[in-house]
């Protein structure tokens, strides 16, 4: 296997899909957005959810050679962080959202109540129809997708922070304590289609592949 071939042409793609991302979003390099129109904005989701996942395979695969020593635990600081959205970037996530042990309940709709028909009814607001126009709050959005971009610009960097994380996970003695090593969840990655309708999406299926090819045993 070929891994530096597999990588740089996995990595190239991955940099075209982002490439054109930015411009149909309109984020350049370093800069945010704050509304996007609703079918923009749910565009540039389907393309950035597997472009993460397929950016995190290929960081398993960088990694697969790099071994590291657990770092002792730090004090926690006498003062709280304050948290807030801000405008650091957050640094990229390793590890894929696990999948919840219960499925959420879903709502069924509508209202118990008793109507009387004697004219003096309640009456309900009309609420404005949603159109595919409407503005919404892209954030967050441009947030990952900078963070996508720093995190695509030094795959090695990322790789090393994978490597430690792992080795810290590993070391925790206690079973309850100990949180998943494996950087992928089991099952489909994030954002998988099985009808592949993007270019991304065939990335997508090509990293998962070598990624589970590196972390299948000897």
Aim: charged share 30%; hydrophobic share 45%; proline share 10%.
């Amino acid at each position: 296997m070929d891994w530096a071939l597999a990588m740089k042409r996995n990595r190239d793609d991955l940099v075209r899909a982002l490439t054109a991302l930015f411009v149909t979003v309109g984020v350049a390099s370093g800069a945010l957005v704050s509304t996007l129109p609703r079918h923009i904005y749910r565009a540039a989701w389907a393309v950035l959810r597997p472009a993460e996942a397929a950016l995190r395979r290929l960081i398993v695969v960088e990694a697969r050679e790099i071994t590291v020593a657990a770092r002792p635990k730090r004090a926690a600081p006498d003062v709280a962080i304050p948290r807030g959205a801000g405008t650091k970037l957050p640094a990229f996530r390793l590890f894929d959202p696990r999948k919840p042990l219960v499925p959420a309940k879903r709502y069924a709709g509508g209202r118990a109540g008793i109507w009387f028909f004697d004219g003096d009814d309640p009456v309900r607001p009309v609420k404005n129809p949603v159109t595919d126009d409407d503005p919404i709050d892209a954030g967050r959005l441009a947030r990952r997708l900078l963070t996508l971009q720093r995190a695509l610009d030094d795959i090695p960097a990322q790789a090393r922070r994978l490597a430690r994380l792992r080795a810290s996970r590993s070391a925790k003695a206690e079973p309850v304590q100990q949180r998943a090593v494996n950087p992928m969840r089991p099952g489909r990655p994030p954002g998988f289609r099985a009808r592949r309708r993007h270019p991304v999406d065939h990335v997508l299926a090509e990293c998962h592949a070598l990624a589970l090819l590196t972390l299948a045993p000897p």
